[in-house]
């Protein structure tokens, strides 16, 4: 099959026959599959059963001697302090220790600048394609998003550089390591030029959400340059808000989270922090601590998730290869870690694939939702979580998926 | 001895030496005791040891087969949503369960009030003598507090009428049952009267925050009304946001809580909470589940908790009984349940006796904390926490405590 491209409007049409043929067949079937979010499979889960083993929890103290049962403790336990720490490579002063969300975090720390805007209309940036829950957070606040292009190594730094004169720009907000959706580590040289910053607003503030910064699926892990140490050099790192959390370590939604931040922010944090709550989880944090134990503890527990992961990414990527190379009109990435895989189709075929598949009964992220207000202006983007499904369901799903991609392009080419 | 206010100067000023020799003696004992904050002590934490068992969790999955490890159900797992229900006398599905902190969700929903205020200036209505870390909440976001008295069955409702037509009022932030400090239940008819308000502010909101719902100390319970189901007979329901938690049941810190509200407040928390989190620690609320089953469950567990705590505040009520009933200028309340005494010494007293106090090494909360900014205008309430210290200490602060206050007395009445 040559590219779809070259070919004739007669070849064409006879494709396309071919391929309806094929996903009338595939939605006979009754499909139930989901690629839609990046929740681990249920073998992940049981690699952190031991978390529940109630003697970790014996004596249930830290090691200072505070009873982790009671109040106290607000910016957390001293010993979880310093494993976050370690798995950001920041002194553990500069880490307070939340709940079971880093969303939440997210939600308080863009709220807490709004509410100190007063109401003045604010605009943030936002490299696309991203994360659909921060630009959902950042929309709840009725916050103008401006979409930053991603290129190979991060955002376009001349695009982020030349918004940052504007006043009215207030924030950026990204993952900077196995980015979501494309799995992109910024490079060292985006990361100086994150810390360089010089943006008219003094408050504007980035949040780095580092979600996958342990999330390896290969030996080689992505170095990410350390943006706090680079700030501080750089004299900026009251601009950072980094956070992180366990959700895809040990349990989603049952994890450990946290903040960190210059010690001028982290105070200003722990200020408010002391009128929202008396304290986060101890419990929850002494039994991560004793059961992972260090950053090595976590480094060997991610290995598991990396070889349950590693088979079900690369079978997404062969089938991609295999139906999608030789049309011609699609491209993906290739992340070494994190939860997503990003498609790119023929522009203008995005939203049509997506409803062809959730019609045959394949779940998929909504087109659009990689970006701002879901709207994908060249409506070619789609985001895979291929960590859900097996092996076999998501093979299927995948196949399917390339079927109504392909349709659709022809559709449109014929058009 | 008789009232201090009949006594000569000279008689006075002889109980004063006296007084003032004997507190000289136990300051030189160097005393390190603590009545400060509402912290159950380490053998109420010790009732709740089996619910750190594993094979509580075992399996993980809620009682319709849903993982408790993953993410998802927003709203709490159906069991927890029940429990609270129970506990609340409210439907199921008017309850949302949340994380560890009761505090957190009402610092949610207060700046959830003043974002949605825009910017303009708004007041809320405060019942005093009453809890600091509400009135900590409120000043955080300059709301400015208009204080109303409690009389003995609740605030002064023909007050909170009154301010009602205020159309800047629009909230209210109250303990209804064993009210922080005093220990008052509301009454049934003022409760009706809370249910019948008809503020003119159209988005006024009562935070009824039932810290205390089952912590009683006698076997009779203080009943109190069910303020939801009066709202939703009189068409106010919309106006009520009831919250609890089990931080005082289980593990401070380390429990579960919940909002319960009207079906379109609910609805509407549930919006706002889908973008702030993708779920709270479902493992947590499956292990309180589990491990108290039910509401008699409950009610089994806070019986141990009484056994604990009532000698403790028998024990305080005894000595102010014995030291303060006398010199006549004192008065305090006798709660039932919850976790404080309100003890009210002369006019003009109260910081003076904290400070002589802490000077002695009796930590108590701060004086004027019953009240919005801290400024207690008659500068004459104390709060006195007795659950967390042993007997024995307990005995030696409060002896202390109402040396303090009456000294403080004797130099005003002196002066």
Redesign the interface.
Known sequence: MPKYEVLSKEAAKAELEALRAAYNEKKALGLRLDMS?G??C?KQ?DL?EGL???KL?NP?TTESGF??????LLDGIPEAKRLFGEMLNVPAEQVIVC???S??IM?DLV?DI??NA??EPIRWLCPVPGYD?HF??LE??GIEMIPIPMRSGGPDMSLVEQYCRDERVKGLICVPKYSNPEGTTYTEEVVRRFAALQPSARDFRVIWDNAYCVHDLYKEAEPLANVLALAKAAGTEDRFLEVTSF?KIS????GISCIAASPANIAAIKK?MN??????????QLRHVRYFKNVSGVSAHMKKHASILRPKFEAVLDILERDLSEPGFASWSQPRGGYFISLNILTGTAKRTYTRCVEAGVTLTPAGATYPLGHDPEDKNLRIAPTYPSLEELQAAAGLLCLCAKIAALEVMIA
């Open positions: 979010r929740k681990p249920p889960l952190s529940l083993d109630a929890l249930p009873d982790c049962r009671n109040y106290g709940g079971n969300s969303l939440q939600y709220q709004v509410t007063g109401g829950r959902s957070i709840s606040f959700s349990f989603p939604g049952a408010r009128i929202q709550t008396i304290s986060y989880d101890k419990l929850n």
